[in-house]
């Protein structure tokens, strides 16, 4: 008889999004009429659609794969056409950050390579977490059974943790721009995480999924910014967010050269290698038009066509910061991030004004205590939405809190 991995029966039962889709389901049983009312602004999906140039690469690159002399199958080594890795490669050397294409690896998305990173390292390790944080770090590494430590973020700190050199941590999960908080870290916050991670000789996991939404000059985009960085981190990035592929899956992991950790023989063993083994008999890499459609990104025109739909979502959010601003509620976000954290108004619990923005105002959130015990007594906004929903949602949101 098989033998279950008991560490699932440690997860909460249902994923925070399902939980979510739950209740809203109820509502909607309960209420049919405002079936077609409710605002969604909750998940952060992208509603715009991809960027033009995007499109014609992905039909080009489709049309290649009916042709026999252009025809692709599986690729030699599963981890991105040149043509893909050189494109970031250059998009990284743009804003400063020292990354060869051969450090790059091509994914279907950041999710999928924040929760699998960790498959390389034992699971006697012990991680460092960010408290709020996206669940995948969380669940990813209690399904393996390793001791998890958290770092606060708290009103006090602006949600930017500092490390704690009380701590001995293996693992460090870091996700700047924020999700679910919103909140980024300066040139020096995350300075002090990489002198941490090199002083406990430990491996910074950095998920960069929102960095094309920065705007301010001391945030960094990368981690491969900061100097000593290429020692410690591995950079997770997604275009999920950055030019719409929520729907198409493509991202990138970063691991430089020098990354290495010590066998239990003491031999040093490339990380990036490692990596590579384990993708090699784990995944096997993606399509081809949709690499074609993500180069496209990264070229003159796929830039300035994504800038139109990310000013589109920075509108959003600074259309959603203004009314909190009237409103005289805290929040982190909105600047440098899509997304808007803000405390629950007259103390309510996440839940409860959950609750209370469904029934009353037809709104949808995140419940900030879905993301961790700092989270309770917040609520997660996206920008994501359509822009009168975006309005609309927020007249309610003040005809509501005015009453």
Not at 96 to 125: H, L
Not at 169 to 183: E, H, K, V
Not at 269 to 296: M, T
């Amino acid at each position: 008889m098989p033998k279950l991995n008991e560490n699932f029966l440690k997860l909460e039962k249902n994923y925070l999004f399902i939980n979510i889709a739950k209740k809203i389901n109820a509502y909607i049983a309960a209420n049919p009429d405002k079936k077609d009312s409710i605002i969604r602004m909750g998940i952060g999906d992208v509603t715009l659609p991809i960027a033009p140039v995007v499109v014609e690469a992905v039909k080009k690159g489709a049309d290649e794969m009916g042709v026999k002399e252009t025809f692709k199958g599986y690729e030699d080594s599963g981890a991105g056409y040149d043509f893909l890795k050189d494109a970031i490669a250059d998009y990284y050397h743009s804003f400063g950050a020292d990354v060869k294409a051969s450090e790059i690896r091509i994914s279907d998305g950041a999710k999928s390579d924040c929760g699998n990173i960790v498959d390389i390292f034992g699971d006697d390790n012990t991680v460092l977490i960010t408290d709020p944080a996206y669940p995948v770090y969380v669940d990813s590494n209690l399904m393996c059974g390793r001791r998890i430590v958290y770092a606060d973020c708290t009103k006090e700190n602006g949600f930017c943790a500092v490390p704690d050199y009380s701590i001995d941590a293996d693992l460090i999960y870091l996700c700047s721009p924020n999700n679910p908080t919103g909140a980024a870290f300066t040139s020096s916050q995350l300075k002090a995480w990489v002198d941490y991670a090199i002083e406990k000789d430990a491996v910074i996991i950095y998920d960069a999924a929102y960095e094309a939404f920065i705007t301010e000059p001391d945030i960094p985009r990368s981690i491969f910014e900061i100097e000593g960085s290429r020692r410690c981190a591995i950079e997770i990035c997604s275009l999920s967010k950055t030019a719409g592929f929520t729907g198409m899956r493509c991202g990138y992991t970063v691991i430089p050269d020098e990354l290495t950790v010590k066998a239990s023989d003491g031999t040093e063993v490339s990380i990036s290698q490692i990596w590579g083994r384990r993708q090699g008999s784990k995944f096997n890499g993606v399509s081809y038009p949709v690499q074609c459609g993500a180069a496209a990104v990264f070229t003159p025109e796929g830039q300035e066509q994504i800038k139109v739909n990310l000013e589109y979502y920075k509108e959003n959010a600074r259309i959603i910061g203004s009314v909190l601003d009237e409103l005289g509620i805290f929040y982190t976000g909105g600047k440098n991030s899509p997304y808007i954290w803000l405390e629950c108004p007259d103390g309510m619990k996440s839940w409860e004004f959950f609750d209370l923005l469904l029934n009353e105002a037809n709104v949808v959130g995140t419940p900030g205590a879905g993301f961790g015990k700092n989270g309770e007594g917040f609520f997660r906004l996206t920008s994501f939405g359509d822009r009168d929903k975006t309005i609309e949602a927020m007249e309610r949101l003040k005809k509501l809190l005015k009453k």
